[in-house]
């Protein structure tokens, strides 16, 4: 053995089409059984008064022997001269796909077997569509019980025929894929060629498996490291994760999505030994150090800045769904792509794939367990996604629901746009310019500071009513003070949005940088909007950072609903509003507000104290 | 990158995504080969930091020189070490073959002491190499709140995505080894000088190819007195790692009603 590098081949197929038998004999004529294995399982069969089976070697559960099927994935180890290979067998009875996929997801190739008297089967193409799906591109075809059609060269090429045809329609590339045809009961075609079929004069099925890629890292791509965690156990401030693509260095600008904070590299930790070296590259977990104490949480995707991956919160995914409740348009499931894990809202299901002839469905209102489908999804708030074709790790994902996996599937490249653009600047011929007045002169001028005073809280929290009350205190003490109130706002400056958690994102952003331009000149900004997402205040934060004020106003949503001002709460219940805050859509309560006003059972004027002492504290000179 | 390196980070990656999703997060150490190289890729992932509490359930009945081994090393690898006992071997289920039975031993006084401690995650070292059961593992186990082990109903693991949180009054097995072999092991081992029970290396022409109970392990017949000498000697063997382990041989069914119990 040269290389000690392992190479993961799963084996999958159609049931009874003889997977088990296939890998057992390889095993076998490999002389790669523990001493003892194949005797104890031929005396298990006399025990029982069975023929001897190759497959018994592997279906090690008491279950697969009485039923003869392979129900989970299972996993054997066997080395040629050329390399170390790990072999999954994955079930080919349709009840078990979940099996199936989940030993799949974890191969470098496989290898498809196909009966000889029954050709292509139901599960030949399933499989064949879940393997394209999950990224799997090298496939060795492998024709079994030749011996039971007469070892026939014409049987063997109709039945390549129909299985190439359908692997290269679904996108497999023909330089990749191998035919073989086999005898495994006999071990014609395994490991030795046989004599009785001379008119084949192709690899025998361990010589394909040893004429297979190696794997590569794709170290060639845009970095790419979700990052998994910060940690301080220590005088260290240490950003956690696996580089998932591309290459990082020491002095390497990043930049995070969805954040947008940039920081330098300043080093990158190791243990036992200190630092790991200059450069770490794709596939490596890795913890780093950076030069600047920017917000970074687990989530959020590393690149160098000139190659983000997409911001998107709404997106096209093909997957393969797999619980017993269809999947309707509407539904609410848990998505986790990368580090990240956010709900995301089924817009529109697009297609259901046929297993039979690859033709897509765009009628179906519904998927089922076991379809391929693509679906349109709408996520809570803007994430780091790439299309799987460009970068595979970021570009795939999982979906749950409660604490179910219910479906995996990839990021498809049509339709995926990047919304950077809209909180980022689009014009490129711009210059600020330097006012000539500095804000503190006028600081001096009105006799406090200026700043914002950012108000958040669910939908009848009370921040309008004490956002009116504290701009009439402030006024009445002589300070520059004005209300920006939510329906005010939306009445013109954002008459054309809506409530969809890209809207809502908009309508914030623009309150940030109308505040921020008042607050520049001069004034106390009261803003007094619900902004339900952490990230969007946290961006709005940005926009000011040393005058910004957050404020929670923490009512309790059953209060809220007690109280119901403007009805709202009522017509939410009864489905009359959708994506209403507190019901149907999430409040991500500040973690950190520098001032938490609990209004529960308190008079409005005990919070208004509490707030105009708050102010007085801050913006005095 | 190594075969080596691309095996160490998948597991540092597991290990993260535990520690980052699981509140009540604990690593079953045995004090054996591969629950050493467990903590050993801890302290790597955590940057030389253990920050889950290491739990031994001792059955009593392991080797002197592994108790000395778990003394020493709680201390020079500054870990949070948790015992549990078990009971004994007459409280469990007498249907079992006597080796079976006795090893079932472990599975109660690991019950106990998640019980005791509230643990809803537990880092095991088993590998799907070492025998036909383990093989069919996830990376992410879920259990009911017992332990026990549901084979037929086994989530599907896309990719490196886990279901990592476990459900309210249910337990999650992690297994950050599963996809190395025992070669790959003492290869790791060699290359970063983690320390073992010497019970591993050959004294009068005997070693322990994998530690249990006293009672129910057994040496085999080797020379391998070094690191290097056992790599070369599994490079050869076709004897199973477990051979001397005698509960995995006693009826066909003995382990897999082990594991379905909840056994490690």
């Known amino acids: 053995m040269t290389d000690q590098s392992l190479l993961n081949v799963v084996f999958v197929g159609h049931v009874d089409h003889g997977k088990s038998t296939v890998i057992g004999r390889l095993l076998g004529d490999l002389n790669a059984l523990p001493d003892g294995k194949l005797e ?96 799997i591109r090298q496939v060795i075809l492998v024709v079994n019980k030749m011996d039971l059609v007469g070892y026939a060269g014409d049987r063997f090429a109709a039945i390549v025929e129909e299985a190439e ?23 014609d075609g395994i490991v030795a060629a046989g004599d009785k079929m ?25 970095l790419r490291l979700p990052v998994q965690d910060i940690y301080k156990f220590d005088d260290r401030r240490i950003i956690a994760g696996k580089v998932e693509a591309g290459r990082l260095s020491m002095g390497d600008e ?52 000139e190659t983000p991956p997409v911001l998107a919160d709404r997106f096209r995914a093909r997957l393969f769904w797999l619980s017993e409740t269809p999947l309707t348009v509407g539904r609410r499931l848990q998505l986790m792509v990368g580090t990240a894990s956010l709900a995301v809202r089924v817009l529109s299901i697009d297609a259901v794939l046929s297993s039979e002839d690859l033709s897509r469905d765009e009628d179906r209102e519904d998927a089922l367990r076991h379809d391929v489908v693509e679906v349109s999804f709408e996520a809570v708030r803007p994430i780091a996604l790439d299309a799987f074709e460009d970068s595979p790790a970021t570009g795939r994902f ?103 958690p890209e809207d809502r994102a908009e309508n914030i952003r623009r309150v940030g940088e109308v505040s921020s331009l008042m607050a520049r000149a001069g004034q106390i900004v009261i803003t007094a909007f619900i902004s339900p997402y952490r990230s969007d205040r946290d961006r709005a934060r940005a926009i000011l950072p040393d005058g910004f004020h957050e404020v929670f106003v923490d009512t309790s949503l059953a209060e809220c609903e007690r109280r119901d001002p403007k009805g709202l709460y009522a017509k939410a219940r009864a489905g009359e509003i959708r994506d209403f805050t507190g019901i149907d859509a999430p409040y991500e309560a500040p973690e950190t507000p520098e001032l938490r006003l609990v209004t529960d059972g308190r008079e409005v004027e005990e919070n208004l104290r509490e707030l105009l002492r708050y102010i007085e504290r801050q913006f005095a000179l | 990158m190594t075969h080596l390196d691309e095996l160490e980070s998948r597991s540092i990656h597991i290990l993260r995504e535990a520690y980052a999703r699981i509140d009540q997060l604990m690593v079953l150490w045995s004090l054996g080969k591969d629950s050493n190289v467990l903590i050993w890729l801890l302290r790597k992932a955590f940057f030389g930091h253990v920050p889950i509490p290491a739990v031994h359930v001792d059955t009593g009945k392991k080797f002197p020189e592994m108790y000395a081994f778990r003394e020493r090393y709680k201390t020079e690898w500054n870990i949070r070490l948790v015992t549990g006992e078990c009971p004994p071997v007459e409280e469990m289920d007498p249907s079992l073959p006597p080796a079976a039975r006795s090893a079932a031993r472990k599975t109660a006084g690991l019950k106990r002491l998640i019980e005791r401690e509230g643990y809803n995650g537990i880092i095991a070292g088993i590998r799907r190499d070492e025998e036909g059961l383990r093989a069919k593992e996830r990376v992410f186990s879920p259990r009911a709140s017992s332990g026990e082990w549901d ?60 530690l249990g109970d006293q009672d129910i392990t057994s040496p085999i017949v080797s020379d391998a007195a070094t690191v290097a000498e056992i790599i070369t000697e599994l490079q050869t063997t076709k004897v199973a790692e477990r051979s001397g382990r005698a509960m995995d041989h006693e009826s066909e069914d003995a382990f897999e009603r082990l594991r379905a119990d909840g056994y490690m």
């Open chain 1, 40 to 135: 104890a399982v031929k005396a298990m069969c006399d025990r029982r008064g069975m023929p001897f089976e190759w497959a018994f070697l592997l279906d090690a559960f008491q279950a697969e022997r009485d039923q003869g099927i392979t129900i989970d994935t299972a996993r054997i180890f066997f080395a040629t001269d050329r390399r170390r290979y790990a072999i999954i067998d994955a079930p080919g009875h349709k009840e078990f796909l979940r099996n199936m996929v989940t030993g799949a997801s974890g191969a470098d190739a496989a290898v498809l077997i196909v009966d000889a008297q029954e050709g292509v089967a139901e599960q030949t193409r399933r499989h064949a569509l879940i393997l394209n799906l999950i990224g």
């Open chain 1, 198 to 222: 001379p008119w084949y004069q192709g690899p025998t099925l361990i010589e394909a498996l040893d004429g297979l890629d190696e794997k590569t890292a794709p170290v060639g791509l845009p």
């Open chain 2, 151 to 210: 084979f037929r109903d086994q989530p599907p693991e896309f990719w490196d995505l886990f279901s990592a949180e476990p459900a309210p009054g249910c337990q999650m097995r992690v297994h950050p080894l599963l996809h190395w072999t025992e070669l790959d092991i003492w290869r790791y081992i060699e290359r970063e000088n983690i320390p073992l029970v010497d019970l591993y290396f050959a004294r009068d022409g005997k070693r322990y190819r994998s």
């Open chain 1, 254 to 305: 990043l930049l995070f999505t969805p954040s947008g904070h940039r920081a330098r590299v300043a080093s990158i930790e190791g243990w036992p030994d200190a630092a790991t070296g200059q450069t770490v590259e794709a596939g490596l977990s890795v913890g780093l150090q950076l030069d600047d104490d920017i917000f970074v949480e687990r989530g959020e995707v590393a690149s160098l800045p």
């Open chain 1, 398 to 500: 999982i979906l749950q629901d409660q604490y179910r996996v219910v479906a995996g599937g990839v990021v498809l490249r049509d339709g995926l746009t990047d919304r950077r653009g809209g909180a980022g600047v689009k014009s490129t011929n711009i210059t600020r310019v330097i006012h000539s007045v500095p804000t503190e002169d006028r600081w001096r001028m009105n006799g406090h500071r200026s700043g914002v005073v950012w108000l958040t809280g669910l939908s009848g929290s009370g921040k309008s009513t004490l956002a009116i009350a504290l701009e009439e205190a402030l006024f009445r003490k002589g300070w520059q003070a004005y209300v920006l109130d939510g329906d005010n706002i939306r009445y013109g400056l954002s008459g054309d949005l809506g409530f969809s």
């Open chain 1, 165 to 187: 045809s359908r692997l290269l329609s679904l996108g497999f590339d023909r330089s990749r894929l191998t035919a073989i045809p086999v005898a495994a009961r006999n071990g």
